[in-house]
């Protein structure tokens, strides 16, 4: 391919981060609503002492030095610039591995699992089990959005990342792996591409709702479906919001820190294996450092797009067909949904590796990175004949 890739470090302005404090600084608090302080959303006590450990406690340019100490690139694809990290394995012949994330996350989640990939000796393994590790800020994303720029579908996200893999990078066969909006675009990639993929491995299960087997469903899959009923009556305002009138919402957080790490952080209180208590699942600086990328990236309206294509276009794998490629997966124990296998297989036709996780949530690289690291390295393994 022409293009090449450019080496990469960030540097927010001086300006930018004093922006940022003042902000902070005149942030106003809504009053508490009375009952339990997470029961209609965001506590508003936990983000008074997050706000106030933002503005005077959190060292933005710590978080920028970790992230910059990992190789960056960034290369012109598909009409944007595109970042990522690559970092190579160390081992006799590393796996080409594609990593993914989701929203409302970033490159952020993967600073403790990639060195888990990539020399996985320092940390108790096998060097033959090494990764060569690609982690793109997906597009529209983080340092793969700029002002102006196109949006993408997942679809487009998963073509995009195709083509830096092999018509930038050369592999012309590699893993793939993700969750949330990672896991639907490593799926995408193996239904239009399965010849470029070794497998892929997933910690959330992009699963569309099959009306042969909803006919007819197990004891296990009436279960599941009403936790989807739940899912969809109380957890789903979110996707609604975003998927139909994202500037709307998208404006008000663009502005202030505030309100667009209360949207956040939500999620991650939500989503997480942290009964209720956010310091028992995550380093309080790592929740901050990928808050406050969103923030001066300026990424939010353009995070919301996959959700806006997915409403309104058709599912990333036509109701139907499936995926054929050899596929792994990881089911924490809060995940969002959790789809029992039998539903799994009609999508998805060789599953390999299905294994139930005693700890951990829907960001699992974040929550816990080596026992995920663990899995993705096993599942690939077994592939190899390690």
Known sequence: MSVEPTSFALSVPDADIADLKDRLA???????????????????????????????????????????????????????????????????????????????????????????????????????????????????????????????????????????????????????QGGDWGSFAATRMAYVYPERLIGIHLNLLPLTRNPKAAANPTPAEEVYYGELREFMREECGYQAIQGTRPDTLAIALNDTPLGLASWIIEKFWRWSDCDGDLSAAFDRDRLLANISFYWFTGAIASSFWPYYARLHGDWPVPVGETVDVPAGYAEFK??????????????????????????????????QPQALANEIQAFFGDLSGR
């Open 26 to 176: 005149r942030a106003r608090f809504m009053e508490r609503t009375p009952d339990d302080a997470w029961a209609y959303g965001t506590s508003v006590d936990y983000m008074r002492e997050l706000v106030d450990h933002w503005g005077n406690g959190f060292e933005w340019r710590a978080q920028e030095a970790l992230l910059n100490s990992f190789p960056q690139f960034k290369v012109p694809l598909h009409d944007i610039d595109l970042h990522f990290l690559h970092v190579e394995g160390k081992g006799p012949n590393p796996t080409p591995l594609l990593l993914m994330h989701g929203w409302p996350g970033s490159v952020f989640e993967f600073l403790e699992i990639i060195p888990r990939l990539t020399d996985p000796e320092r940390f108790g393994g096998r060097a033959e089990d090494a990764f060569t590790v690609v982690a793109p800020s997906l597009p529209g994303f983080g340092l793969s959005f700029a002002p102006g720029q196109r949006r993408f579908s997942i679809e487009e996200i998963a073509d995009c990342l195709a083509a830096l893999m092999t018509d930038v990078l050369g592999y012309g066969r590699f893993a793939a």
């Open 334 to 367: 809060i995940e969002i949904l959790k789809p029992p296998r039998s539903l799994a297989e009609h999508m998805y036709s060789d599953i390999r590796r299905w294994t139930v996780m005693e700890r951990g949530g829907h960001f699992a690289a974040l929550e």
